[in-house]
Nanobody
Framework: QVQLQESGPGLVKPSQTLSLTCTVS??????????WSWIRQPPGKELEWMGA???????VYSPSLKSRTSISRDTSKNQFSLQLSSVTPEDTAVYYC?????????????????WGQGTQVTVSS
């Protein structure tokens, strides 16, 4: 059974870059046909899919976040990572990593796939 665990700083200052890593066990991030996504949920708001990296390494991003988001992977460590630049307090959220059979936003906003427990990130000076 695949397990995912998010890690990274819980506090980031405005204008800095938020960096999170998802460590995967029980399955390889290079296995077809899985997509590996980042999703966030700001306080009082709905889930927002941010982007994904596929088993082959191709990436896709939410249009609203594309200019600030980068997803990469380290296959030797079976990890994938998120970088979100120029953060503001509006980026404060619980950030999740997930594995799914799709890179469609609606797949994850319906909580499909396998998810990590989430990590709280607060943007504040």
């Amino acid at each position: 059974q695949v397990q995912l665990q998010e890690s990274g700083p819980g506090l980031v200052k405005p204008s800095q870059t938020l960096s999170l890593t998802c460590t995967v066990s029980g399955g390889s991030i290079t296995t077809m046909p899985y997509h590996w996504s980042w999703i966030r949920q700001p306080p009082g708001k709905e889930l927002e899919w941010m982007g994904a990296i596929a088993w082959g390494g191709s990436t896709v991003y939410s249009p609203s976040l594309k200019s600030r988001t980068s997803i990469s992977r380290d296959t030797s460590k079976n990890q994938f990572s998120l970088q979100l630049s120029s953060v503001t307090p509006e980026d404060t959220a619980v950030y999740y990593c997930a594995r799914g059979l799709s890179s469609a936003s609606s797949y994850y906003t319906k909580r499909n796939g396998s998810w990590g427990q989430g990590t709280q990130v607060t943007v504040s000076s």
